[in-house]
Structure formats: structure tokens, C-alpha cells
């Protein structure tokens, strides 16, 4: 089994819907990452958390909500979404302890599509 | 501040010729430099990474990459390309201090072709 995992791994919704992307890791970590990949952009942070009472906002969280409900867990919302907000979005961890410099682990993605 | 820019956004090869995947940082302290590749429909997966040691890295699958503070640079490196290293490829940097600790920055990416 990974050790990041993301749920779905591809959806399609219409302009307006809410949609909620999860994120789940085994690997024990205290960091959890959103991040939101466009063709030529590489990948741009949406939020960050480095607890579970520790929740920040990256270079691109207008438009995004996320919950940290465990150490394990990390969703991520799109309250209504629309067509920009098509792209293909990861979940990533780090250990705080183990990897101070940033070293990341990644889920395999959730490709969303919005109508 | 930190930022990357990768210079090729397109870079092709053909299969056991060297690879160069050329990348310049900035950033306001002494960075972690690191390469991730990402194969299609799959997650990123590191490559190699500088963390102040030795200014000669090597990571998996035959890469490596140099630290040249001088220049500013971490480019990416192998002596003969493989038909299972097209992939896209990401240099990131990550600030040890100030408001950017423990961010990464991503570069734009750089999609390696390989040819028969």
C-alpha cells in the first residue's frame, strides 16, 4: 500500500459543486502539504499544515478550504468550484524530526476536472 | 524570498547520450537544493538532494547534480540517457530560515524526451 494516499484519484464535477479531496499517510509525519500542478507552472502550495492545530495558507489558497482532522489526515475543499480550479492536485508529507531541510513524500495525485 | 527557474522547459536525448537539465536558485540563505522526477500518472519521487555537504551529489538511477553557490546552480546530470528516464523533471529549493522554513519552491518543470 502507498504511504501517502489520495482519494479520489480522478473526478470530473460541474462549476458550482462542492468537492472535497483526502489525503491520507501512514508514514507517520508531522507536515502535511496541498499542492496544485498546471502544465508549465510546476507545482504551487494551496495550504500547509505542521500539526494538527497548525494550519497555514500557501501562494494560492483563495477559492480552497482544508481540515487537518488527524495527524494522518489532511482534506482538502473546493467550496464551489469552477473551471480554473481544473488541475491535477497532491497531497505530501514531511517529518519535521527527520527532514528539517524539506524533503517531501507525495501522494499520486487527484485529477479534477470542473465542467 | 526564494525562487527557482529552470531553464529548458523541453529537453530531448537520444537513449545512452548524456543528459543535462540545467537549473538556477535564489535564495535569501544558505539553501537545500533538491531534484524530483515525476513519471507519467504517477507522484514526484526524490532523485537527489544537497543539504550543505559535499557540492557533488548523487541520487538514484545514475543522476547527480552540483551545488555551485558562484553561479547559483544545481544542474542535473547522467552520463547516458535511458529510454525510462522520460519523465518530467522538477528542481525545488527549500530555505532553511526566515518565513520560507521548511517550504519548497518549485522550478516550472522540464519535460526529458528520450529517442531510440
Known amino acids: 500500500d502507498a504511504d501517502v494516499t489520495q482519494t479520489p484519484r480522478n473526478r470530473i464535477t460541474k462549476t458550482g459543486k462542492r468537492i472535497m479531496l483526502e489525503c491520507s499517510q501512514t508514514k507517520g509525519h508531522d507536515r502535511m502539504y496541498w499542492y496544485r500542478q498546471d502544465p508549465g507552472l510546476g507545482l504551487r502550495l494551496i495550504y500547509y499544515?505542521?500539526?494538527?492545530?497548525?494550519?497555514n495558507k500557501g501562494e494560492i489558497s483563495d477559492g480552497y478550504s482544508v481540515s487537518r482532522q488527524a495527524q494522518a489526515k489532511f482534506s482538502l475543499s473546493l467550496e464551489s468550484a469552477i473551471p480554473n480550479q481544473t488541475a491535477l492536485y497532491f497531497c505530501?508529507?514531511?517529518?519535521?524530526?527527520?527532514?528539517?531541510?524539506?524533503?517531501?513524500?507525495f501522494g499520486e495525485g487527484s485529477r479534477l476536472t470542473v465542467l | 524570498a526564494q525562487s527557482v527557474t529552470q531553464l529548458d522547459s523541453h529537453v530531448s536525448v537520444s537513449e545512452g547520450t548524456p543528459v543535462l537539465l540545467r537549473c538556477n536558485y535564489s535564495s535569501s540563505y544558505s539553501p537545500s537544493l533538491f531534484w524530483y522526477v515525476q513519471h507519467p500518472n504517477k507522484g514526484l519521487q526524490l532523485l537527489l538532494k544537497y543539504t550543505s555537504a559535499a557540492t557533488l551529489v548523487k541520487g538514484i538511477n545514475g543522476f547527480e547534480a552540483e551545488f555551485k553557490k558562484s553561479e547559483t546552480s544545481f544542474h542535473l546530470t547522467k552520463p547516458s540517457a535511458h529510454m525510462s528516464d522520460a519523465a518530467e523533471y522538477f528542481c525545488?529549493?527549500?530555505?532553511?530560515?526566515?518565513?520560507?522554513?521548511?517550504?519548497?519552491?518549485f522550478g516550472q518543470g522540464t519535460i526529458l524526451t528520450v529517442h531510440p
Open positions: 499544515s505542521f500539526d494538527v492545530k497548525d494550519i
Open positions: 505530501a508529507t514531511s517529518d519535521l524530526q527527520g527532514s528539517p531541510t524539506g524533503e517531501l513524500f
Open positions: 525545488v529549493v527549500s530555505a532553511p530560515g526566515g518565513t520560507s522554513y521548511g517550504k519548497l519552491t
